[in-house]
């Protein structure tokens, strides 16, 4: 691959405009992408949005109906040009970790080291399975590791050729839940420690809350947000989105003069126009729940809106927080869920009131796109 100088400061991995269509269905619907080295990207999703069709098309097993892919700057594949897969120098590691059985835990992580003499060879299997903490299973073969080390051999052997690019689909998924922490954790510092530009699949928003330095979320084939873990959770761009991270209550109203009403109080609407409806969308933990004294009613502060009386329905304890449902008084069909931490179980029937600070509600528009499911 020739390194163009005037590119230095272009992205290690750059996709423009990616289109991939099967039997008639845009899978991938114009997808741009652009990773810097040492950066993780993850693209996140539910099954069957076009993650891994996007991946594929990254490694170059797959090919693009049109749109680019650049690295470091250059070309290395559109619809006429195209670098093969064992060219690109990108690492790949699956879900199923794919290692040879036949071959030791230092075969396996030599597999895919073709430069260098002998001696540098082995020097760099022994530093990476020190890395990977497995330097003690050098001569074993995979079916004596457990999952986990299996997995870590696996990383090794995609890092060991030093890629430029690391793709990576569901690579926890098949572990223990108790080990995956852990394993993500190891994972993302080896990843740092080489500094690869890294694309990540995954389906779990925790996943690559705790991977990313940017989620691409996607939904039927094309992005719908993309930014850093914070900004995704904290301003979604619709109600599918912000659901596809946590629970999320929704009320229902109709803008007049820029304002929504609720029984929870009023909600700018800024940029609808009167008679829209929309959704007023916010998490379970940010309900505040005040205990319920003599009937009297907490003030309401400008900042935290009216507060509503709520009826317990029920009460769970989670774990590390108590999940509480509430009915309603404005409305029989509305339940309203709040979270607290620790243990918080008050009985079925118990009287509380409820306020939603407004800064915590998204207002969205409740056309049939924006309130369409991630799953339908
Ligand atoms: P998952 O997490 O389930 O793997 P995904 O988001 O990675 O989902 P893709 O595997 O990219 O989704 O698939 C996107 C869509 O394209 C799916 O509906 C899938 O059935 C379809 N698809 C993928 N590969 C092919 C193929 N070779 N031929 C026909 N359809 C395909």
């Known amino acids: 691959m ?25 899978v991938v619907d114009d997808v741009s992408l652009k990773v810097q080295a040492g950066q993780v990207t993850c693209l996140l999703g539910p099954s069957g949005c076009g993650k891994s069709t996007t991946l594929r098309m990254i490694a170059g097993v797959d090919m693009q109906d049109s749109g680019e892919i650049y690295v470091d700057g250059n070309l290395i594949c559109d619809t006429v040009f195209r670098i093969p897969p064992e060219r690109r120098q990108i690492g790949l590691m699956f879900q199923d970790f794919a290692l040879f059985p036949h071959l030791s835990v230092a075969d396996n992580v030599a597999f895919g080291l073709r430069t260098g003499t002998k001696a540098e060879r082995r020097a760099r299997v022994s530093e990476l399975l020190e890395r990977v903490d497995l330097l003690r299973h050098i ?3 995979p079916h004596h590791l457990s999952g ?24 926890f998924s098949g572990l223990d ?6 394993i993500r954790d190891d994972t993302l510092r080896l990843l740092k420690e080489e500094n ?17 330095d940017e989620i691409a979320l996607m939904r039927r084939g094309r992005i719908v947000q993309q930014g850093a ?28 003069g820029a304002l929504a009403n609720t029984p929870f109080g009023q909600f700018l609407a800024p940029g609808l126009g009167d008679g829209t409806r929309v959704d007023i969308a916010f998490r379970p933990q940010h309900v505040r729940i005040d205990f319920f004294r003599n009937g009297n009613t907490p003030l309401p502060t400008p900042s935290d809106g009216v507060p509503v009386r709520g009826v317990v329905e029920r009460a769970r304890f989670l774990g590390h927080e108590s999940l509480v449902e509430f009915r309603v008084d404005f409305d029989d069909s509305v339940r309203l869920k709040a979270t607290v931490p620790n243990v918080f179980l008050p009985k079925a029937g118990r009287e509380m009131w409820l306020t939603v600070p407004r ?17 339908d």
């Not at 986990?148 to 690579?171: C, K, N, S, T």
């Not at 839940?177 to 852990?182: I, P, W």
């Not at 998204?362 to 799953?375: G, Q």
């Open 177 to 182: 839940n108790r080990l995956r922490d852990g």
């Open 2 to 26: 020739n390194v163009n100088p005037a590119s230095m400061a272009a992205p290690r991995l750059e996709i423009r405009n990616l289109m991939r269509e099967y039997e008639g269905r845009m």
């Open 229 to 256: 873990p914070y900004n995704v959770y904290t301003r979604p761009v619709d109600k599918a989105t912000m659901s596809f991270f946590s629970d999320v209550n929704v009320l229902q109203s109709t803008v007049q």
């Open 139 to 141: 001569d074993d073969y």
């Open 196 to 212: 690869a530009a890294v694309v990540l699949v995954t389906h779990e928003p925790e996943e690559a809350m705790r991977m990313a």
């Open 148 to 171: 986990g080390e299996q997995q870590r051999v696996a990383l090794a052997r995609a890092l060991a050729p030093r890629p430029r690019i690391m793709l990576m689909d569901e690579p």
């Open 359 to 375: 800064q915590r509600c998204f207002v969205f528009p409740a056309s049939d796109e924006t309130s369409a499911s991630f799953r």
